[in-house]
């Protein structure tokens, strides 16, 4: 869809665009899930887009219930930053939005936010199963601790290396799920495996990996350590190449993302990657896979802790 289209400058149309991707089956009233709710007409005070519920008698617009709920920020602004985040393989920056949008830094930062959890997955069903193959590895997130000032480096030093650590899990032709992780020890990746991968999965790892081999029937692994990077069909370069797109976008368009925020950039690269060009999908699915996601999710600006700055 062309940046020129309506729904990216005029909130009318914006506002049906949300209404026909959250409702495409019909008005449903976020409160109490009635399906007879009605939209109210010729009350100039409220404005367009205004449903009344006849079960529960409470007045709604597409907002409520979903990420854009309070914001003063026209929808049709939310729209265009989706559209821009889902389509950037490598991320915008809040900097990117604020001007392109005509908004405040600060209000660019929460929006994105926003968008990131809207882009977070809801399903928590194992990964793989038979005839599947995941890679799993882990990866350090932060710049070089010479070039931190001293109050970074105590405020985010982890486990003594001053960086985030990132694990993810990768199927093959498939998905990707990350978490951030305080260490790499077996006790904390251990729950995160058994909760994400279905057991009859062959998980393949470096030799890094090779002390979780007991929690699945097929497990293998290549050796870095001696240069070892393929053996015979056992690899780990597909969840490498993840990190390489993580790792480009964060280095080269956030710069930076603290410990309170990188489990939101992670579900962001997740998402990208996870509705990618060759799973057949495009921008512009893309960004209504994304709108969708904003239902039944709110992030007010204390759960972001606040700091436009991280």
């Known amino acids: ?77 939310w729209v265009l930053a989706t559209h821009l985040m889902s ?85 093959r032709g498939g998905k990707v799920r990350s978490f951030h992780v305080g260490n790499v020890k077996a006790s904390t990746l251990r729950p995160i495996l058994s909760e994400q991968i279905h057991e009859d999965t062959t998980v ?10 007991k929690e699945f029937k097929k497990h293998a692994t290549v050796n870095h350590s001696i240069g070892e990077y393929v053996s015979g069909e056992v690899t780990t370069n597909t969840v490498e190449g993840y990190f390489s797109i993580l790792k480009r976008g964060i280095t080269g368009t956030y710069h930076h993302v603290s410990s309170a925020h990188l489990k939101r950039y992670l579900a962001e690269f997740d998402f990208r990657y996870n509705e990618r060009a060759s799973m057949n999908v495009n921008d512009d699915e893309r960004a209504v896979k994304a709108i969708k996601g904003a239902e039944g999710k709110r992030l007010t600006y204390r759960r972001t802790d606040a700091n436009p700055n991280g």
Not at 17 to 40: F, Q, S, T
Not at 204 to 213: H, N, P, V, Y
């Open 1 to 77: 869809m062309l940046l020129t289209s309506p729904i990216y400058n005029d909130e009318t149309a914006a506002r049906k665009h949300l209404e026909a991707i959250r409702w495409p089956d019909g008005i449903v009233c976020p409160y109490c899930g009635c399906l007879r709710a009605a939209e109210i007409g010729g009350e100039k005070s409220l404005g367009d887009g205004w449903f009344h519920c006849p079960d529960c008698r409470k007045k709604f617009t597409v907002r409520v219930g979903s990420v854009y709920e309070r914001s003063h920020i026209p929808l049709h602004k």
């Open 87 to 171: 389509a950037s393989k490598k991320g915008i920056s809040a900097h990117q939005l604020h001007r392109m949008l005509g908004i405040t830094y600060k209000s660019a930062w929460f929006m994105a936010m926003r968008i990131r959890e809207a882009m977070a997955p809801y399903t928590t069903e194992p990964m793989g199963g038979e005839g599947k193959t995941i890679e799993i590895d882990e990866t350090y997130v932060g710049g070089k601790e010479k070039n931190k000032h001293k109050r970074a480096r105590k405020k985010e030093n982890i486990g003594g290396t001053g960086k985030q650590i990132a694990f993810s899990l990768v199927e």
């Open 204 to 213: 393949m790892s470096d030799e890094g990996g090779a002390r979780l081999s």
